[in-house]
């Protein structure tokens, strides 16, 4: 069976702002040396699924050049991830909503001739092998098998949910956000909260998307529209993430996923990776996570007198770091980060090329790429005050975007 995949880049994430100001959702950093979107084209080169297209739409610079150098396949074998922007093709406007971007680009499908379409989005971080989902859409003769994961049942209202018959396979409803979820009927204190990820057969999505184009009522959405028209057809079955079995994982990360649509979450997801057993392992060599680096040397940690101590604990240190001095705890340092004497970074994710000058501290922050945090400055103290000059989230995070100058 032939197999093309199509990623969804076009978000334009305004609950990740300041961090999404001029780039992509998907090319938002994670991490220290990832992009969003390297995990689900991780997660399909792993499973060899290598004809990849990546629907890109609002500021898509940064992520078409970081696909562009870093996600080069073999195209004497046929294999390529290509980044398509919105090319208005069919009349002068852009993408109206998800199924509406497929539609616009139903020439890629056509050029491919596929037995089957893979739709994944492109701004959750998890790992996930495709082959054991499309395996059970193609033994199923299912039209459409959406990804779900279980959910405990009080958060229903903060998903889209899948209700299904009592086989547990074959979709009966798909509801977004509702106030009166029903539990599952081998767990009725969860659900199944869709994962943002489809396989079609090719014709049955062809088919729908004609139809939904043609509709002036439609939102244009692959969960609010087409998935429902699927499911009235008796064509739509889920698959239980909880199935899933990824080489090299383990009991404490396996079944991981994320939704980072907010800074909030944003935040959480990166503070699983630091523990000593992380919740999300980046180690799993047996189905790596892919990304390109620029030539950095190592990182280094320097000075060792009296409290002129440079040294990180429970943290990440990225390439081209270097800590001088200073004092990492609990953090994520990017490429190009350096901590000057006596500073101080806790419970933080700094992004590529921060400076942290001499006796600054930097509390449950996230700071964006080529800020420099003056000498003696406190973040993360004063949230009143960090109010004044800054985003702060629900939780307390201060967020600090790109390039932006700080007084002390």
């Not at 069976?1 to 199509?6: E, G, P, S, T």
């Not at 199924?99 to 616009?104: E, N, R, V």
């Not at 977004?176 to 969860?190: F, M, N, R, T, Y």
Request: glycine residues 8%; aromatic residues 8%.
């Amino acid at each position: 069976m032939k197999v093309l995949a199509i990623v969804l880049a076009g978000g334009e994430g305004k609950r990740l702002m300041p961090l999404t100001a001029d780039r992509a959702k998907p090319a938002v950093p994670f991490g220290g040396i990832y992009r969003l979107i390297d995990f689900v084209l991780s997660n399909l080169a792993n499973a060899h699924y290598l004809q990849i297209v990546v629907l890109t739409q609002y500021k898509n610079h940064s992520l078409d050049r970081h696909i562009s150098r870093t996600w080069r396949l073999s195209s004497m074998l046929g294999n390529y991830v290509t980044p398509v922007p919105a090319q208005q093709r069919l009349g002068p406007h852009w993408f109206s909503g998800s199924a509406d971007a497929l539609f616009q680009n139903l020439n890629l499908i056509y050029d491919e001739l596929p037995d089957h379409v893979i739709v994944f989005g492109a701004d959750h971080i998890y790992r996930m092998d495709p082959r054991q989902m499309v395996d059970q859409h193609i033994d199923s003769g299912a039209d459409v098998t959406v990804a779900a994961i279980r959910q405990p049942l009080d958060l229903a209202d903060q998903f889209g949910v899948i209700e299904t018959d009592p086989s547990g396979r074959r979709i009966v409803a798909f509801r977004e956000k509702p106030k009166d979820a029903v539990g599952l009927a081998d767990a009725p204190d969860q659900i199944f909260a869709s994962m943002g990820n489809y396989v079609f057969k090719t014709q049955a999505l062809i088919e729908a998307l004609r139809e939904d184009a043609l509709d002036p009522s439609s939102r244009h959405d692959l969960g609010g529209n087409i998935i429902p028209m699927f499911v009235k057809g008796g064509g739509a079955e889920v698959y239980d993430f909880a199935h899933n079995v990824v080489p090299g994982s383990t009991e404490r990360d396996r079944g991981y996923w994320r939704d980072v649509g907010t800074l909030d979450a944003y935040y959480e997801a990166n503070m699983d990776l630091i523990s000593v057993h992380p919740v999300f392992n980046l180690y799993n060599d047996r189905w790596p996570i892919y990304t390109g680096n620029d030539p950095l040397p190592p990182a280094k940690f320097v000075h060792n007198e009296g409290d002129r101590i440079g040294h990180a604990l429970e943290s990440i240190v990225s390439p081209g770091v270097i800590v001088s001095g200073g004092t990492a705890l609990r953090s994520i340092l990017s490429p190009g980060v350096v901590l000057h004497s006596h500073s101080q970074v806790e419970d933080s994710v700094l992004m590529g090329c921060v400076k942290v000058g001499r006796g600054a501290v930097v509390r449950r922050a996230i700071i964006d790429k080529n800020v420099v945090i003056p000498d003696g400055a406190r973040i993360g103290f004063d949230l009143d005050y960090d109010r004044k000059r800054f985003a702060v989230t629900r939780s307390g995070v201060v967020v600090i975007g790109k390039n932006e100058i700080i007084e002390r």
